[in-house]
């Protein structure tokens, strides 16, 4: 039995992103085990994948734990280390593995080049970067197979009930709707979709509170505040459809394949984020009003001009997608 560590601490988004190449890396070498070292929380949507091992590591505690790692590897017999993450602390930690081990090393490039072309408008295209590929090739240069856009989802739970998630804050405030916003759009799904049950996923306690007071008819509104995260995994697993801003909780319902519709604001599906195999019918954008967008990889402006674009996002078309996405897939209008 083989075996080799796959690396990536944060985001969580790009966490949750790293599963489906977890899944055709087993799928397609049977003989091979992997250590994935990563941040703790991962635990949660990972532990019953057969063959994997989880290594749970947080930035906080990185220094101290590197000769811990170094046993674990060890210990695991792991004959290659794939960094897909490529920062500092990767870093160092690839250094002390030149100098001690015969572990052999790979490390994600990221498409800095085209990222800045994107962001500056000087290059043509839709989806430039897809991240799944360039992970699949770098396993692939050390004889690894994965072929992670063959479609292979964690499992989700079967509803008879039609349940829509929303999920309208990330940590930053450009990829964020407010609270008038998202409890327009609350509304009209609400009244579009009288028997579906609408889900909203925020732990910031005063944006519920306003969103509460700004929502009079909170019939079949279920407000996810102060939940566990296994308790709000479930109820993803369970959702007809999650509409998200650019964030973890939209990758996680992707790789349960729940369909998932995104908004776009400064940030885009351009720069290789686009969840897991989401049609780009599901990416809601503003690039028509704002050509020059995307003007950021992650959304952190230095100028407040466009905190809060996201908010421009025609509502009428997110309620026109999800009545698609109901009728192709579930035919409960």
């Excluded at 250590?35 to 635990?43: E, G, I, Q, S």
């Excluded at 072309?117 to 690894?144: S, V």
């Excluded at 079967?158 to 349940?163: A, K, Q, T």
Aim: glycine content about 4%; overall charge positive; hydrophobic content about 45%.
């Amino acid at each position: 039995m083989k075996s080799i560590a796959l690396y990536r601490l944060s985001a969580f988004g790009d966490i949750a992103m790293i599963t489906p190449l977890i899944l055709g890396l087993l799928e397609e070498n049977p003989d091979l085990r992997i250590l994935f070292v990563t941040h703790p929380k991962a635990k949660v949507w990972l532990s019953d994948i057969p063959r994997l091992t989880i290594y749970p590591l947080e930035k906080k505690n990185f220094y101290r734990s590197l000769f811990d790692l170094y046993k674990t590897l060890k210990l695991h017999q792991v004959t290659h280390f794939f960094d897909l993450h490529a920062s500092i602390r990767s870093f160092v930690l690839r250094i002390l593995l030149k100098i001690s081990s015969q572990i052999k090393i790979g490390v994600y490039q990221k498409d800095r080049k085209t990222e800045k072309l994107i962001i500056a408008q000087d290059y043509p295209g839709k989806e430039i970067i897809n991240i799944f590929l360039i992970w699949d090739k770098l396993l692939l240069n050390f004889g690894y197979r994965s072929n992670s856009d063959q479609a292979r989802f964690l499992a989700k739970e079967m509803s008879s009930s039609m349940n829509i998630g929303i999920n309208p804050l990330s940590l930053v405030p450009s990829r964020s709707l407010s609270v008038d916003k998202c409890a327009e759009i609350l509304s009209l799904i609400a009244i579009k979709f009288p028997q579906s049950n609408i889900y909203l996923f925020a732990q910031n306690i005063d944006y519920v509170t306003s969103l509460q007071a700004a929502c009079p008819d909170k019939n079949n509104l279920i407000f996810l505040n102060q939940m566990p995260f296994e308790s709000e995994l479930k109820i993803i697993k369970s959702l007809s459809i999650m509409i998200s801003v650019d964030s973890f909780l939209g990758h996680l319902a992707a790789i349960h394949d729940i369909p998932t519709i995104t908004l776009w604001g400064v940030t885009h599906y351009r720069m290789g984020f686009k969840p897991y195999l989401q049609p780009l019918a599901n990416q809601i954008d503003l690039i028509e009003k704002y050509p020059f967008f995307p003007i950021s990889k992650l959304g952190n402006l230095k100028d407040n001009t466009y905190n809060h674009i996201l908010n421009e996002i025609d509502t009428n078309k997110i309620i026109q997608r999800i009545d698609e996405i109901l009728f192709e897939n579930y035919d409960k209008r």
